[in-house]
């Protein structure tokens, strides 16, 4: 039988108002294969729940059938109040209108500019928009970032990290209300890195987004994490800050931290 561990903290004030995310014992198999096997999570609004797992440990499942892009077997998923296992595709699009993706691989249109691939998003998003008030959305995304200067420029001329920017202000720019990142810093120089995390931070305070950040670097999970849940085998083997996952004495919750 699987056990969860829920490690109590004491000492730590609610910076939160309220569940924004639950999960309630969802299950997705695909064949015998039990990716998700009870699941159970919620997240609270304006925090950062970091997603710790093994590699096919369900974390982009998991991510996705938060979206409704998969379907579940069993169980709810509450988002903003509603239950999105229930929605129809009307219903789930204007939940994903909220909801802001950083992609690994940041996902941008190559024969677009930085500036084009920015209005088209916002064109996909807000039809309403005059090109005066598209064109103060897009400097303002990109000032957030630090890239205005990359407004005309294509993505093969920008570096990794610069394409992780622009994906961010892409994501940034519908002023989403939760952030999903799907390995923020994968691909990225320990420097370069660390300036995405710190950008994840100042968005969070920004935004006031409420994020879900699937990560294997620990450097992401320590400095943008307010709470990590770790999965294995289906289920969330063990939740808490960083230093309480950090300190486990669970062989396999070790593993993480040995290099
Ligand atoms: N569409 C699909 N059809 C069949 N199996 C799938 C499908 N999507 C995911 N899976 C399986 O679900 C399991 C979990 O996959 P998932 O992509 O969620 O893992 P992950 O934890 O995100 O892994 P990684 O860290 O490598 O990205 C894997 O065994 C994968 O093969």
């Known amino acids: 039988m699987q056990t969860r561990e829920i490690i109590q903290d004491t000492h730590r004030e609610p910076a ?11 299950y997705k198999s695909y064949g015998d294969n039990k990716v998700l096997n009870g699941i159970n999570f919620s997240i609270n609004k304006g925090e950062n729940l970091v997603i710790l797992g093994k590699s096919g440990s ?25 239950d999105i296992t229930k929605l129809n595709e009307d219903g789930l699009n204007s ?15 190559d024969s677009m500019t930085v500036r084009q691939n920015l209005v088209f998003t916002l064109q996909h998003h ?15 995304a990109l000032k957030n970032v630090g890239l205005l200067e990359s407004i005309d420029k294509f993505p093969a001329e920008l570096s990794g990290g610069m394409k992780k920017r622009i994906g961010l202000a892409r994501a940034l720019i519908i002023q989403p209300e939760i952030m999903i990142y799907d390995e923020p ?3 990225l120089d320990t420097i370069t890195a660390r300036e995405i995390i710190d950008l994840i931070s100042e968005i969070k305070i920004k935004y006031k987004t409420t994020s879900i950040i699937i990560t294997h670097d620990l450097t992401c999970a320590k400095y943008n ?3 990590i849940i770790v999965l294995k085998d289906g289920v969330v083997k063990t939740e808490g800050r960083f230093r309480d996952i950090e300190n486990n004495t669970d062989e396999w919750v070790r593993s993480f931290f040995e290099k």
């Open 16 to 26: 939160v108002e309220g569940v924004l995310i639950e999960f309630k014992d969802v």
């Open 58 to 82: 369900g974390k982009s499942v998991t991510v996705k059938c938060l979206v409704g892009l998969t379907k579940v077997d069993s169980g709810e998923i509450i988002v903003f109040g509603k």
């Open 95 to 109: 939940v994903r209108m909220k909801i802001g993706f950083l992609f690994q691989s940041a996902a941008l249109y």
């Open 126 to 140: 807000n039809k309403k928009l005059t090109e005066a008030q598209m064109e103060s959305y897009v400097m303002d």
């Open 185 to 187: 810093t994968g691909g």
């Open 225 to 227: 994490s307010d709470r």
